[in-house]
């Protein structure tokens, strides 16, 4: 599910299943073209100066083009191989609804701009009402093929933003229709009722207003989370999905986010300060960079229970300084902020952030975010926020790394 995450990137979300349904907030694509050919200009003594112009706009475009090719080429890089995991379906609250074993393939073919990327995703079945017991079977996998990836595919549907030193990136989707061929077939088999869903599974919205993945890669070893936010077409948090996979096959077991941290748990290992760096860069394979800032977060817990959270941020360029304060409280797993944002704490030192209501920041013409935050090991945590306009397209995204002061 790279598109469920990165490799298996649900491209196979971008050329959706259901072209036709309409999103909440329309798509608004890029007008440039990765595959813009630069024509020579003739030169002319009446027109010298407009053919100088033309010819430092071609070679512009030109640099841009090639710019775009590596750029393509190193994501599809990071995804290549062989990907073992686990995926885990969350709802709003923050509470596990299923978790399945699953296996990424992911090769590639063609050269230069035309090169496409191939994913098969394996879910593990549940054991069959007729095995014996003890018996010791081979598991069960069911494949499902991914439709390809390519140059245009993550940078017209996709709006991709690719952190190549960082391993970081998002992708964007226009249904949720791989998702819920996923789900199904990592619960349906001989064991079904026959039910047109499964009983107690809640299955993504035909028609969601945003599908956004949030792919980190870990900083200690070959693994990374790919997390998925799931809204409705109404602008609400629908779900959330994350794929957590280790690079390899064979023997390697299956990575498991553990559950076995309360509520006060999951919250304190983000409590303190906060000091790092933030890089943020354009949607589109072209994706330059746009600005560098020093970051200081800090989140603190009154003797009420309340949140306080308060972020400061610094440009590398102009030194110009912003600040943003916060107020929240918490429910669970469930912290909600003033000024309708909400954070779900998650197992396995993560929490997925996103406004409570789009659809209300929409009608105001209001940008807003989705993020991943993911503190792999204490005192120490990556974040990645995807950024939206008021018409739900996906303009940027800012990687951020930081540690505990």
């Known amino acids: 599910m790279a598109a469920l995450c990165n490799s298996i990137s649900f491209t196979s979300i971008a050329k959706s299943s259901y072209p036709n349904r309409p999103l909440l907030f329309p798509p608004k694509f ?3 073209s990765p595959f813009a050919r630069s024509i020579p200009a003739i030169r002319s003594s009446k027109i010298g100066a407009t053919n100088s112009t033309t010819f430092q706009q071609e070679d512009h475009k030109t640099n841009d083009e090639l710019m775009s090719i590596d750029i393509l080429h190193r994501f599809f890089n990071l995804n290549l191989g062989k990907w073992t995991g686990s995926f885990h379906q969350f709802d709003v609250d923050g509470r596990l609804l299923q978790k399945l074993n699953t296996k990424l393939s992911v090769s590639s073919y063609g050269e230069d701009e035309l090169i496409s990327l191939i994913q098969s995703l394996y879910i593990e ?11 010791g079977e081979e598991p069960e996998w069911v494949e499902y093929k991914i439709k390809e990836t390519n140059m245009f595919t993550v940078d017209k549907y996709q709006q991709i933003a690719f952190f190549p030193s960082e391993k970081a990136f998002s992708l964007r989707y226009q249904t949720a229709g791989m998702l819920e061929t996923v789900l199904r077939q990592g619960v349906l088999g001989e064991d079904d009722t026959g039910e047109e869903s499964p009983k107690n ?3 993504p919205s035909r028609r969601p207003s945003i599908v956004c993945e949030n792919c980190l890669y870990s900083l200690e070893k070959d693994r990374r989370v790919r997390a998925f936010h799931i809204m409705d077409p109404k602008g609400f948090l629908e779900m959330l999905l994350i794929f957590l996979e280790d690079r390899g096959d064979g023997f390697i077991s299956h990575p498991s986010l553990g559950s076995d941290m309360d509520s006060k748990g999951r919250i304190s290992q983000f409590l303190g300060k906060w000091k790092g760096h933030s890089v943020t860069k354009r949607s589109g394979v072209y994706g330059a960079t746009i600005a560098e800032a020093d970051t200081v977060a800090s989140l603190e817990m009154d003797d009420k229970g309340q949140l306080i959270q308060d972020i400061t941020s610094t440009s590398d360029v102009h030194d110009v300084t912003t600040n943003v304060h916060w107020m929240g409280t918490m429910s669970n797993d469930l912290v909600l902020f003033d000024g309708g944002y909400q954070m779900t704490l998650l197992p396995g030192g993560m929490y997925m952030g996103c406004p409570t209501d789009i659809a209300k920041i929409i009608a105001e013409s ?14 120490k945590r990556q974040r990645l926020v995807r950024t939206y306009d008021a018409e739900g397209l996906a303009v940027s995204s800012t990687y951020f790394t930081e540690v505990k002061v």
């Open 125 to 135: 079945q549940p054991p069959s009402s007729t095995s014996i017991s003890g018996q």
């Open 30 to 32: 890029l007008n440039t």
């Open 201 to 203: 599974l809640k299955l």
């Open 366 to 379: 209001k940008a807003f975010h989705l993020e991943l935050c993911w503190l792999e090991a204490p005192g």
